[in-house]
C-alpha cells in the first residue's frame, strides 16, 4: 500500500489550503481496508506531531493547535483523506505527512508535502 500526499504549496496567512493523500496498492495482493487515517506534521528542528485523525467511522481527534481551523474527513470507498486548512498562521509551516493504519498489513506514511504559510 502507498500513499501519495497533494496539495501542499504556499499559502497566505489566514487563507484556506486542502491536502489531500490517496491510498492505493494491496494487502498482499488482496484488497485492502483502512483504520485510521491521519496528518502529521514537522517544523525545522521540531518533533513530528499529530495535526488530526479520523477512524474508519468518522471519528475525529486534533492537535490542540490546529482545533476550530483545520477539518480532516475521508472517503472510505477510495481511500482518501484530506485536511482543509483554513485561517492558517506562520507556524503551522511545516513538511505534512499522510499516516494510514492499514488492516493486515500495518502502519504507512506518505513522502511528506511541503505547507509554507506566509504573511
Known amino acids: 500500500v502507498h500513499l501519495v500526499e497533494s496539495g501542499g504549496g504556499l499559502v497566505q496567512a489566514g487563507g484556506s489550503l486542502t491536502l489531500s493523500c490517496a491510498a492505493s496498492?494491496?494487502?498482499?495482493?488482496?484488497?485492502?481496508?483502512?483504520?485510521?487515517m491521519a496528518w502529521y506534521r514537522q517544523a525545522p528542528e521540531k518533533e513530528r506531531e499529530l495535526v488530526a485523525m479520523i477512524n474508519e467511522a468518522g471519528r475525529t481527534k486534533y492537535g490542540d493547535s490546529v482545533k476550530g481551523r483545520f477539518t480532516i474527513s475521508r472517503i472510505n470507498a477510495n481511500h482518501t483523506v484530506y485536511l482543509r486548512m483554513t485561517n492558517p498562521k506562520l507556524e503551522d509551516t511545516a513538511v505534512y505527512y499522510c499516516?494510514?493504519?492499514?488492516?493486515?498489513?500495518?502502519?504507512?506514511w506518505g513522502q511528506g508535502t511541503q505547507v509554507t504559510v506566509t504573511s
Open positions: 499516516f494510514a493504519d492499514v488492516y493486515g498489513v500495518g502502519q504507512e
Open positions: 496498492g494491496s494487502a498482499f495482493g488482496n484488497p485492502f481496508s483502512i483504520n485510521n
